[in-house]
């Protein structure tokens, strides 16, 4: 595709229900991040892929946090039994190596009632 | 830690200029800047390495001042289309980290 891709573009859980956030990168990128946004912040790292390899969870904030990338391309980011303190927009960005230009996707805004 | 933008909002008239600040307590390797519109995704704008270089993208540059870990948007002559907000990231070294500042809010009015 032309930019990076994620869906949905909105999603409301409920407290305690797990969600799914996909994510679509460039055709060709080697590299993957997810970034968490809050209102009025700016973007915050959660995770960095190589491929398939995830090089980076550091910025996940819990081990209800969980993202993959089983063959280097598309990738899915899951959270478990979401809490309304995970209300943001989830953004996924792509490069070809790691320390150049982010292509950004719009983001899956999620809220948690 | 996360860089400190300055100032947190700036109201501008059409062809007015404007700085933003871009400053971190920590030995920097690179800055990068992005501009993001209300609901759309964060906009490349560009990257700024160690070294004190300037680099410039039409009407919009930028400088790294390497000894005092600072770095410095200019926005010359102002369009409609500049407005949005304006995040710096600071990557200490990783090669791929990018912690980002809070933003700065960015208003051209006709």
């Known amino acids: 595709g032309a930019g990076v891709s994620q869906s949905p573009r909105y999603k409301v859980a409920k407290r305690g229900q797990d969600v799914a956030l996909r994510c679509d990168p460039i055709s060709g990128h080697v590299s993957l991040f997810w970034y968490q946004q809050a209102l009025g912040q700016g973007p915050e790292f959660l995770t960095y892929?190589?491929?398939?390899?995830?090089?980076?969870k550091s910025g996940l904030p819990s081990d209800r946090f969980f993202a993959e990338r089983p063959e280097g391309s598309v990738s899915t980011l899951k959270i478990q039994r979401t809490q309304q303190e995970d209300s943001a927009v989830y953004l996924c960005?792509?490069?070809?190596?790691?320390?150049?230009?982010?292509?950004f996707g719009s983001g899956t805004q999620l809220s948690v009632l | 830690q996360q860089p400190v933008q300055s100032p947190q909002a700036v109201i501008l008239r059409e062809g007015e200029d404007a700085v933003i600040n871009c400053s971190s307590s920590k030995a920097l390797y690179s800055v990068h800047w992005y501009r993001q519109k209300h609901g759309e995704a964060p906009v490349f704008l560009m990257i700024l390495l160690k070294g004190g270089e300037q680099k410039g993208h039409e009407k919009i540059s930028a400088s790294f001042n390497e000894k005092k870990q600072q770095s410095s948007l200019y926005l010359t002559a102002s369009q409609l289309s500049y407005s949005g907000t304006y995040f710096c990231g600071t990557d200490r070294g990783s090669n791929y980290k990018l912690t980002f500042g809070k933003g700065t809010l960015l208003t051209v009015n006709p």
């Open positions: 960005a792509s490069n070809w190596r790691g320390g150049e230009k982010l292509f």
């Open positions: 892929f190589q491929n398939e390899a995830q090089l980076d």
